[in-house]
């Protein structure tokens, strides 16, 4: 078998380039790529699907449906060939007859794949990263239709959208990460030079507090020392965490990595000192030592010491780890030589200073406000970032030494309890919340930092909360519109749904007369203290509104008072609280019939993702109504065939009457005429749900109480729905019962009874149980011979299954019948 030729591209390093920087091979599995394959499979009628990812020695599935590798070698792949055609969809009609792929493992063995088609996943960079592929195991000569081979492509682009919003994540969380930890780092070497500051010539102190200002700054080291140079060697002279116990202990410089440091000046990351040729293998088994960075402290380019973090296990630290370092020891050189050390401070305090102040999210440094009682009642900025006030929309000069309340007056009880429990608990929180008063959204998170302040990184996203927003209220409209039986319901859920969602004033919906002369508008909804516009309103009152909806396309305006088709009369507008307005068509065969109302009592900007969300909501309340419409139209059919068949059943039993007339044995003829009738009865219960579907006691009272009075019967069970063979043969074999009883058995004497009782009973095979027990009359006689029609009705049973136990006693007749519950209850498919 002779391997198939794939495209070069499948191993150009630009595009393998381009995937690697994706990360995303070897992910776990993600809800909304695979999403994506099962609605490919549904909408292309196939049982697989994959996003395929062609790398340069196998293709990985990011999502599969219907398959159960997760990727294969390039020998395999089909979706290679994909790669050659980034503008079109690849199909094979049958892949046992291809070139490409006659030879395909999976085609010519397990799982004998035979009809592909594959849309490429194209980069906005142009390269084709694999396809979005659905298959199936039949060929197919007529390929995907058009409106299929549409959707895949979309479904492609939103697979590349869905890769290229999971790289900006990813990204952004990095950076988040990368940012907090710079604000820790300064934060921990602001404090080590505070400490300096306030213990003055205690060297001791000063080394104490380097040392706990760098294994603060980088959270992998479990001990830390400094060792000043003495002599020939080193001496611990400032310890801390696993290296506290060897405080005062001498090193000689030869044998260890603290002395190669030293020696030659420059910091030292030991990866692994069970291999580093610096350390001796005694002293490393000694000091629990696995892998450390070094840093030299300095006064000039004279040593004075170094700084060693360590840890118990190798590759603990990395080179960022080692560059924080050096920052601590440039402090511990102030603590030794104190004008040298301030100066390289400021240094580094511009540094971070200007890392701060280039921070593309939102900061804020907070200080709690208690009140007389200690309670957390206010907070106060203490610094804030250029950011911040882009994101918030308000001078960021304005707001340090000034409290929450006071910069956004009316700002939520949230915005101060919540970041109060972060202060008193010193647990970091998230955060997803409004500020009413700026009418923005923000995202972010809050973590303590000494006692009573609290850091706070945040993002603005209004746009994106606004947009999950919408599409929360598209599904909730769709809910709604399914369980909805009138127009008039539809319109005004679509307007609650609608004028909520977009925080408007009035929605509602009206219906277009003549040529965009006169709208009838239903009834709307309306915010508090908003008046109902509902009735008729000449458009021409309101300005020069008809030509933009005889077009059929939206009317949108902004600004009454300044838009040209209504700014030479607003005041008609503003008696009816309109500062803005939008009216999407309702079309019917290309025209506008109807109009979506959206309206806002002052002056706004529609935004094109509210208007597409409009559009969407108009369309789906035209299909809805249509729906209604239709279901209308089928009802008044269905009456009118009910209406035949009860004459058609009425003109049985005149020719049955008729034709029998001269019949003697009448017997006869009253139990035909007596199941007609029976039967009739059922049609009227079947008919108040359409012949859908019928109520199980209805069915039982309509048809006994041509025999006796109801009140001669007990009636015991749980009411259901069943389906219209169940009730005619319910019908007919109650009738024949009841005749039987009537005649011979308990209702033929005054005090006569029957229970009719009804259960379900679980198992392999639920089961409806009928019993009948006649009580208060003759002793029941079994029928000599093999029965007339009626015998032979009930030995058959409830549909037919033939499942009846007939007891014949002193006290009566008791009869139990059985059936399938799925027989007898409407199926829903």
């Known amino acids: 078998m002779t391997s198939p030729i794939l495209p070069f591209l499948v191993s150009d390093d630009a595009r393998l380039e381009a995937l690697a920087r994706y990360a995303i091979l070897d992910t776990p599995a993600e809800r909304g790529f695979d999403d994506i394959v099962h609605l490919a499979c549904q909408l292309c009628g196939t049982p697989v699907s994959l996003v395929s990812l062609v790398a340069g020695d196998r293709q990985w599935f990011k999502a599969r449906a219907g398959f159960p590798s997760c990727e294969t070698d390039l020998n395999s792949s089909v979706c290679a060939h994909a790669l050659a055609q980034p503008d079109d969809v690849l199909i094979i009609a049958d892949l046992s007859t291809d070139p490409r792929t006659v030879s395909n493992p999976l085609v010519v063995g397990y799982p004998f794949l035979r009809f592909y088609a594959g849309a ?19 060929a197919r000569p007529d390929g995907l239709t058009q409106a299929q081979a549409e959707s895949l492509r979309a479904l492609a682009r939103q697979v590349v959208l869905l890769m290229d919003l999971r790289r900006a994540v990813s990204t952004r969380d990095i950076a988040r990460a990368e940012e907090q930890r710079a604000y820790q780092v300064r934060e921990a070497l602001r404090i080590v030079q505070t400490r300096i500051a306030e213990v003055g010539d205690d060297l001791d102190a000063v080394l104490q507090a380097v040392v706990a200002g760098a294994m603060e700054a980088v959270p992998a080291a479990e001990g830390g020392v400094i060792e000043l140079l003495d002599h020939d060697g080193l001496e611990y002279r400032a310890v801390r965490g696993t290296l506290a116990p060897h405080l005062g202990l001498r090193v000689p410089f030869g044998i260890s990595g603290a002395g190669h440091c030293a020696r030659t000046g420059e910091p030292y990351l030991m990866v692994d000192a069970g291999r580093d040729p610096h350390v001796r293998r005694d002293l490393a088994a000694m000091l629990n030592l696995g892998s450390a960075i070094f840093a030299p402290v300095l ?29 601590f020891t440039s402090a511990a050189g102030a603590g030794l030589t104190e004008a040298t050390a301030r100066d390289e401070a400021r240094a580094k305090d ?86 009413g008063a700026l009418s923005r959204w923000f995202e972010g998170r809050a973590f303590k930092l000494e006692a009573g302040r609290f850091g706070l990184i945040f993002l603005e996203v209004t746009h994106r909360v606004e947009a999950d927003a919408r599409r929360v209220a598209l599904l909730a409209l769709g809910d709604r519109l399914r369980d909805l039986a009138t127009t008039g319901e539809m319109t005004l859920a679509a307007a609650e749904i ?38 008729r309103h000449r458009f021409d009152d309101y300005g020069d509104l008809r030509a933009t ?82 279901e209308e139209l089928q009802a008044v059919l269905n009456k009118e065939l009910a209406h035949r068949l009860k004459n058609t059943l009425a003109v049985v039993q005149s020719i049955a009457t008729q034709t029998l007339r001269g019949v003697t044995e009448r017997d006869l003829v009253d ?147 059985r059936a399938p519950l799925t027989d007898i209850q409407i199926q829903v498919h």
């Not at 490429?120 to 039949?138: A, K, N, R």
């Not at 203490?382 to 960021?396: F, Q, R, T, Y």
């Not at 969300?613 to 249509?626: H, P, Q, Y």
């Not at 095979?765 to 079994?782: C, I, N, Q, R, Y």
């Open 120 to 138: 490429p996943l194209v980069t906005s960079g142009g390269h084709v990263l694999g396809s979005l592929c659905v298959i199936d195991h039949e």
């Open 299 to 327: 006064h000039g380019d004279t040593v004075l010491g170094v700084l060693k973090l360590q840890a118990a296990s190798p590759g603990a630290f990395t080179q960022g780890d080692l560059d924080i370092a050096g920052l």
């Open 350 to 435: 511009v540094y971070w200073r200007g890392l701060f102040d280039r921070l593309s999210e939102g900061f804020v440094v907070g200080e709690v406000v208690r009140d007389a009682s200690g309670r957390i009642c206010d907070w106060r900025y203490v610094e804030v970032n250029p950011a911040w006030g882009d994101l918030v929309g308000i001078d960021a000069t304005t707001v340090v030494g000034r409290t929450i309340r006071e910069v956004i007056p009316g700002v939520e009880e949230d915005w101060i309890s919540q970041f109060a429990e972060v202060v008193e608990t010193g647990r970091p929180t998230s955060f997803t919340r409004q500020v």
């Open 498 to 535: 609608v004028g909520r969602t977009l925080g408007a004033s009035r929605a509602g919906f009206g219906r277009i007369e003549g040529d965009v002369e006169i709208l009838e508008v239903e009834p709307d909804w309306t915010m508090p203290g908003i008046a109902s516009i509902a009735g």
């Open 549 to 630: 909806l005889r077009r059929g396309e939206p009317l949108v305006i902004d600004d009454v008072a300044t838009d040209p088709r209504t700014r030479h009369d607003p005041a008609a507008m503003r008696s009816l609280d309109i500062g803005s307005l939008v009216n999407m068509p309702v079309r019917e065969r290309g025209r506008a019939v109807a109009v979506f109302i959206v309206h806002d009592v002052a002056a706004r900007v529609w935004t094109p993702e509210e208007l597409a969300f409009l559009r969407n909501v108009a369309d789906r309340l035209e299909v809805g109504v249509a729906r209604v419409r239709a």
């Open 671 to 817: 139990a035909f005429e007596r199941r007609v009738l029976a039967l009739s009865r059922a049609h009227d219960v079947l008919m108040q749900k359409s012949w859908a579907a019928a109520r199980m006691r209805a069915v039982m009272e309509s048809v006994l109480s041509l025999q006796a009075d109801l009140d001669r019967f007990a009636f015991e069970g749980p009411d259901m729905d069943i389906s219209p063979q169940a009730a005619l043969s319910l019908t007919l074999l109650l009738h024949e019962l009841a005749t039987n009883a009537l005649k011979y058995g308990s209702l033929s004497a005054n005090t006569g009874t029957v229970r009719v009782a009804w259960r379900t009973e679980e198992g392999l095979s639920p089961s409806l149980v009928l019993d009948w027990t006649e009580s208060g009359g003759p002793a029941a006689a079994e029928p000599t011979g093999r029965g007339g029609f009626g015998s032979k009705l009930i030995r058959m049973g409830l549909v037919g299954t033939r499942k009846a136990d007939l007891r014949y006693g002193s006290t009566g007749l008791r009869a139990e019948f």
